[in-house]
Antibody, heavy 120, light 107 residues
Framework: EVQLVESGGGLVQPGGSLRLSCAAS????????MSWVRQAPGKGLEWVAN????????NYVDSVKGRFTMSRDNAKNSLYLQMNSLRAEDTAVYYC?????????????WGQGTLVTVSS | DIQMTQSPSSLSASVGDRVTITCRAS??????VNWYQQKPGKAPNLLIS???SLQNGVPPRFSGSGSGTDFTLTISSLQPEDFATYFC?????????FGGGTKVEIK
């Protein structure tokens, strides 16, 4: 069974940093692209970043470029999102998601999410 | 960036109704569209990929169609457990983008 479990969310002041983690199990983690997707309270879904299985390719939405860094440790079946220079508009539930193979960038399994609140 | 315009933003329907939700892409994305269902406090659940491919375990009352720029999600006979918010998403290129969502409420 595919499982994705996020952790690391919390309350942080504007300008602060936070590191999210996602523990994956139930599939061959190193062979899959993975994504981070966020959802501000009461709002829609916004894709944040994705990364190829071997870590050789990454993509980011413009609003987080230069502030967020996605990484992975395939030996630990773990995904990370380092978030720096946080802003109020980064407040959201952050989901990690696996991208299905052969279907374009299709997040098919999602974690339960971790809430990040940026506020003074 | 590819914009995904979803309509309506909300609708009220009764159990047994046929419901149609549409999504329009700002450019030709062939069949690179996915549809998700999300219930309050839960993660999105993938219903349909590649415009019309039903995911394992998803009831056949859900169907998707379309190609190019215009796409449709249809629920043939709405059930109580289908009251939720639905999102389309383009998987053609990055940044991946989602429609604004359609909240399906009980009439």
């Amino acid at each position: 069974e595919v499982q994705l479990v996020e952790s690391g969310g919390g309350l942080v002041q504007p300008g602060g940093s936070l590191r999210l983690s996602c523990a994956a199990s139930g599939f061959t983690f190193r062979t899959y692209w993975m994504s981070w997707v966020r959802q501000a309270p009461g709002k829609g879904l916004e894709w944040v970043a994705n990364m190829k299985g071997d870590g050789s390719e990454k993509n980011y939405v413009d609003s987080v470029k230069g502030r967020f860094t996605m990484s992975r440790d395939n030996a630990k079946n773990s995904l990370y999102l380092q978030m720096n220079s946080l802003r109020a508009e980064d407040t959201a539930v952050y989901y990690c998601a696996r991208e299905a193979m052969g279907k374009g960038a299709t997040p098919d399994y999602w974690g339960q999410g971790t809430l990040v609140t940026v506020s003074s | 960036d590819i914009q995904m315009t979803q309509s309506p933003s909300s609708l009220s329907a009764s159990v047994g109704d046929r419901v149609t939700i549409t999504c329009r892409a700002s450019q030709n994305i062939r069949t690179y569209v996915n549809w998700y269902q999300q219930k309050p406090g839960k993660a999105p659940n993938l219903l349909i990929s590649a415009a019309s491919s039903l995911q394992n375990g998803v009831p056949p009352r859900f169907s998707g169609s379309g190609s190019g720029t215009d796409f449709t999600l249809t629920i043939s006979s709405l059930q109580p457990e289908d009251f939720a918010t639905y999102f389309c998403q383009q998987s053609y290129n990055t940044p991946l983008t989602f429609g604004g969502g359609t909240k399906v409420e009980i009439k």
